[in-house]
């Protein structure tokens, strides 16, 4: 897709909220959606006398997901001080963390099981622990601007995660957010709304062009305002393109007159950036380290725990689904990106069923399409793994075929039925062998052109008897009726000899 | 019993006689409402007092003791409160115009544990704005004196703290000592007053001038009195995790043992160059004292005391430019005039755009801008804002090295100096301030030299160890001197019983000021 004259080159810092009960430094709700300004304390709105305690669960998920980010955990960290004026920040400045953050020097793997891309490390540049200030609703009518502050989400923790500027295109970008949020939400740590802002992403964009005096970089564009994945691949994509124009144009190198770095915002609307206007000014926040929080220690023995109670996550997953179950790369991957649950439903489906290929390709198609219909989540599937492994043991055993097996899936996933219930309302039964295997011997003797034919080299005219035997029995399995005919009639040819 | 002498009484012996019933509640309220009314007209120590319901609250604790309830330990005793600790539905205003209308809706920690301990909250006392003074003077509420001399200041930041005891208008008082605010007005009233080591009392409801520094303190009008109100405002509290999570000794019960081979210190950069010589005479006697009682005294060296100053006022004012930045017109507290700030605003513009001044048009604030401008123009004083700009600049890229992080570095040094005295000593003893108390308006128009008299306080807040002041003698001029204890971090119960052995053999601490 891009363009050989140039490299482009993508960072991106993803603040994660991270799903405790209470918020970071009191002990107010963290719910979304309440009416404005009912989940808030003197600690939270900033009341003058009021201190911060630091929520010890917020911590251990940040760790979590730091480790599991494999960044350096240093022994001590602190909390700093950013200081800005803005109405929606109450103590006029938000606790963060600015030169010893809790973790740094990570890694994230990213892959296209369509090799859109090679597999690659994303650096993760660090990861550090924050405040959320709150929300400013600004009315914009016209000569009467209004602007309402809501301190609900003020003192909500946050993980802010910023990648080294290690992406080269904008699938890899959204792999990376994509293998991110699967992984956060494999950690239990964040529910990764993005609609609430539970995961919120902005990106530094900008290129490497090739010239006859070597590699030069373009001016680097923080783009914000993108409410999905989807929108910060085609930002990404749009702004590479505006900038290689720009280059062209002007020839403005970063860090040249001019070249400095810029904020643009995405238009969903309109499907590109536009500059924001930003006034000049110094963005000293003056961090120094609150004296109200002491530092925190992180021990061994603290970081052994958490690696010890990770759990499996995503990458090693896909590995094992490949080796252990012998399912492909590609297959493997869209099991695991449906997250935790499909993946442990999966392995139920497979284990009992006996086979891992067939549930595989059930999970893909035939769940996937009702959870997508329905919009609904496997915990909430009304069918249970046992009773869909029962089903395509039924189907594995011939006893129905894939498309009438369909027909009682889709009555199960509608109505939460057992398999026999639904096929019983269905008016569907499975076909035994020996009963089969009856009728194919009837047909057989009822058209012993198609059994010359058979044995004359034309398999294909056993087409003919399928027909008939759907007919007699509406449940009798295609391909199981041909294999059984042919059986029989080569097991005929070799008595005759 | 005669209402007039009950202010003259103890706040252990007001105790006494509420248990066994010489006395109620409600006639000792009384009496301390009298004098309030009687005297502060004058003094203007305090800047509300609440006379209705301290008079209700007293005639709940004398029913509550008349039906043989169990009650607190300061049950039915009036406390007044420095206006910097938030009180539930009263004002907390730190005399300050932006707080002068703000009420908070929760208690301070310590006022918790004074309520659990049934005191009764006479009233708020008058501060310099945010703690921020050393005289009281920079209140935008009111000009405390003190009641030695009409014409002097309390001292400060906790003038009204002091001058309110010294009067007699209240036996306990609160108060809060971020580089000797407890201390130098106790010293300049002739009151004692503690600053507990940093973490002993909770800082929770206390409105941060600097949060490292900052201690909430008792002040009283002996050693006694003062180990009674420490021991119910010591404590942990998990609201503040700079609190020390460690049992409260019993200082009420401390308090009266001597100590015997009791080593002083005494620091010979205390005794140079601005130590007024009546104040030097009254420590050296107070030495003596000491030493009569077989107290050793030695010679010691701090020598980065002389760096104390420097250090003080970066920490210190950097920490107030980031914990004052909430006042900022938009939550709370005061906002200036918007109707009108908005009509300038437009007549500026009008008139950049009529002279087609495009860059200046461009460049003008914005109303949000302008608002917290004007806002914190107009709600804060001079000494705050010349603090606020000083803590702004040390903080500011490119000064943040030299200034912040270096200061850090020289408090580390403080303590050290500290650490290794206290391998030597028991106890540093020595002036409180250079003088006695200044002459209202002496100091306000030179700023410096109002920090410079807090040269031999600020040191304790540095190192975050525990020191008081004690009466120890009254200038020709009629004006008390203070002694000043440090002791080492979390050892208050030495400290005391040091105050008490002096107190037993002197009676500076039973002198009070003509006329009240």
């Known amino acids: ?497 | 019993m005669e209402s007039m002498s009950i202010h003259e009484l103890t706040a252990t012996e007001l105790i006494q006689r509420l248990e066994s019933g010489d006395l109620t509640s409600v006639e000792v309220v009384r009496s301390f409402l009298d004098r309030i009314e009687q005297f502060d007209e004058k003094v203007q120590a305090f800047l509300r007092v609440e006379s209705q319901r301290a008079l209700s609250d007293a005639e709940r604790i004398d029913q509550r003791r008349r039906g043989g309830d169990p009650v607190g330990r300061l049950a039915g005793l009036p406390v007044a409160v420095k206006d910097v600790i938030c009180t539930e539905g009263q004002p907390t205003t730190c005399a300050s115009r932006m707080l002068q209308h703000f009420t908070p809706p929760y208690d301070a920690t310590v006022i918790r544990r004074l309520k659990q301990a049934d005191a009764i909250l006479i009233g708020k006392t008058n501060m310099d704005e945010f703690a921020m003074g050393g005289t009281t003077e920079s209140s935008t509420l009111a000009t405390t004196c003190n009641p030695w001399d009409l014409q002097r200041v309390p001292g400060g930041s906790s003038g009204g703290a002091a001058a309110c005891l010294a009067a007699g208008m209240a036996p306990l008082s609160i108060g809060s000592d971020t580089g000797g605010s407890i201390r130098q007005p106790a010293s300049f009233c002739g009151v004692h007053g503690l600053k507990p080591t940093y973490g002993l009392v909770s800082r929770y409801g206390l409105i941060a001038f600097a949060s490292s520094l900052d201690q909430i303190g008792p002040l009283a009008r002996n050693a006694e009195d003062l180990a009674l109100l420490l021991e119910v405002l010591a404590g942990h509290d998990p609201s503040d995790s700079t609190s020390a999570n460690l049992p409260v000794p019993e200082y009420s019960q401390l308090v009266s043992q001597p100590l015997d081979g009791l080593t002083l210190g005494v620091v010979r950069e205390h005794f140079g160059e601005g130590l007024d010589s009546e104040v030097q005479a009254a420590v050296r006697e107070a030495l003596r004292v000491y030493e009569s009682l077989g107290a050793t005294v030695k010679d010691i060296s701090l020598p980065h005391s002389r760096y104390a100053i420097a250090t003080y006022y970066i920490i210190a004012c950097c920490e107030a430019s980031s914990n004052l930045a909430r006042y900022d017109g938009v939550h709370y507290g005061y906002r200036t005039d918007e109707a009108a700030m908005l009509a300038d605003l437009v007549a500026e513009q009008r008139a950049l755009a009529s002279r087609g001044e495009a860059t200046a048009l461009d460049d003008i604030d914005s109303p949000l801008v302008r608002m917290y401008r004007q806002t914190r123009s107009e709600g804060f004083g001079a000494e705050v804002k010349r603090r606020i700009m000083l803590g702004t600049y040390a903080l500011s890229h490119g000064y943040y090295d030299a200034y912040y992080v270096k200061a850090l570095k020289v408090r580390r040094l403080i303590r050290n100096d500290f650490d290794a005295a206290f391998r030597e000593v028991d106890l540093i003893a020595g002036p409180v301030a250079p003088t006695p108390a200044y002459r209202l308006g002496e100091k306000t128009e030179d700023p410096l030299a109002m920090y410079l008299g807090d040269l031999y306080t600020v040191s304790a807040n540095l190192a975050g160890i525990c020191a008081l002041s004690v009466p120890c003698g009254l200038s020709s001029d009629g004006l008390p001197i203070g002694l000043q204890l440090q002791g080492p971090p979390l050892d208050e119960q030495r400290l005391l019983r040091a105050a008490r052995m002096y107190q037993a053999v002197t009676d500076w601490h039973t002198r009070r000021p003509e006329g009240f």
């Open chain 1, 1 to 497: 897709m891009s363009d050989p004259s140039y490299e482009i080159v993508i960072g991106l810092e993803v603040h994660v909220q991270l799903q405790t009960a209470t918020k970071l430094f009191c002990r107010c709700s963290t719910r979304f959606g309440a009416p404005p300004n009912t989940q808030t304390c003197p600690v939270c709105i900033g009341l003058p006398g009021s201190l911060p305690v630091m929520n010890r669960q917020a911590f251990a998920l940040a760790l979590k997901t730091a480790v599991a980010l494999n960044c350096q955990i240093p022994g001590f960290t602190k909390w700093d001080r950013k200081q800005y004026y803005y109405p929606d920040l109450p103590k006029g400045y938000q606790i963060s963390q600015f030169d010893l953050p809790m973790s740094q020097h990570g890694y994230l793997e990213i892959n296209d099981a369509k090799g859109a891309f090679a597999p690659k490390r994303v650096g993760i540049l660090r990861a550090h622990l924050e405040e959320d200030a709150g929300k400013s609703m600004h009315d914009e009518l016209a000569g009467k601007a209004d602007s309402r502050i809501d301190l609900n989400r003020t003192g909500t923790p946050l993980l802010e995660i910023v990648s080294q500027p290690d992406m080269r295109s904008p699938q890899e970008a959204r792999a990376y957010l994509t293998e991110l949020k699967l992984l956060l939400t494999y950690l239990g740590v964040s529910d990764c709304n993005m609609q609430e802002g539970s995961l919120r992403v902005d990106a530094n964009i900008n290129l490497h062009v090739a010239t006859s005096q070597g590699t030069v970089a373009t001016p680097i564009v923080e783009v914000k305002n993108m409410n999905s994945f989807r929108a910060v691949e085609r930002a990404m994509a749009f702004e590479a393109t505006r900038q290689f124009d720009v280059w062209k144009d002007t020839r403005i190198a970063l860090g040249a007159p001019g070249g400095h770095k810029t904020t643009r915002g995405w238009d969903e609307q309109a499907q590109m950036t536009r500059p924001q206007r930003q006034k000049e000014e110094s963005s000293d926040y003056r961090y120094f380290p609150d004296p109200d929080l002491a530092p925190v220690i992180v021990t061994d023995q603290q970081l052994d725990a958490v690696r010890a109670d990770l759990g499996e996550l995503p990458a090693a997953l896909r590995t094992r689904l490949q080796t252990e179950w012998g399912i492909d790369a590609y297959d493997a991957d869209v099991i695991v990106n449906q997250g935790r649950a499909f993946v442990d439903y999966f392995l139920a489906l497979a284990n009992i069923s006996g086979d891992a290929k067939r549930a595989s390709n059930w999970m893909q198609q035939d769940v996937l399409r009702v959870l997508n219909e329905r919009a609904l989540t496997i915990d909430l599937f009304p069918v249970s793994s046992t009773s869909l492994a029962q089903l395509l043991k039924t189907v594995q055993q011939g006893e129905l075929d894939t498309s009438r097996a369909r027909d009682v899936f889709n009555a199960m996933a509608e109505s939460g039925d057992s398999m026999p219930q639904a096929m019983q309302s269905l008016g569907i039964q499975a076909v035994h062998g020996d009963e089969l295997a009856d009728l194919c011997r009837e047909l057989l003797e009822a058209n012993p052109s198609v059994v010359a034919d058979v044995q004359a080299g034309k398999d294909k005219a056993i087409g003919a008897l399928i027909g008939q035997a759907k007919r007699r029995n509406p449940n009798a399995n295609p391909n199981q009726v041909r294999q059984l005919c042919l059986e029989l009639i080569r097991e005929q040819g070799s008595a005759q000899e």
